[in-house]
């Protein structure tokens, strides 16, 4: 019999790659769409949130992807 592949994540808890924890998805009425929380199997540290939506979804807003303010020279 062949042995399967586990699926590790890398851990910012542990510091290390860990054996992953992939639950059923959830769901409540406050949100319309599931999600999966992507556990560390070592430390149970939530590593990511992933939700599935439907692609006419538009995205949400995000600061990582807003311009940055120019800086002024200091004279």
């Given at each position: ?72 020279p200091k004279?």
């Amino acid at each position: 019999m062949k042995s399967m592949a586990r699926k590790e994540v890398y851990c910012e808890n542990c510091k290390s790659h860990q054996p992953l924890i992939q639950p059923d998805p959830q769901k409540d009425d406050l949100n319309l769409y599931p999600w999966y929380e992507l556990v560390c199997g070592t430390c149970y540290s939530i590593i990511a949130t992933v939700q599935i939506v439907p692609d006419e979804k538009p995205l949400e807003p995000s600061a990582a992807v807003e311009p940055k303010l120019k800086r002024v020279p200091k004279r």
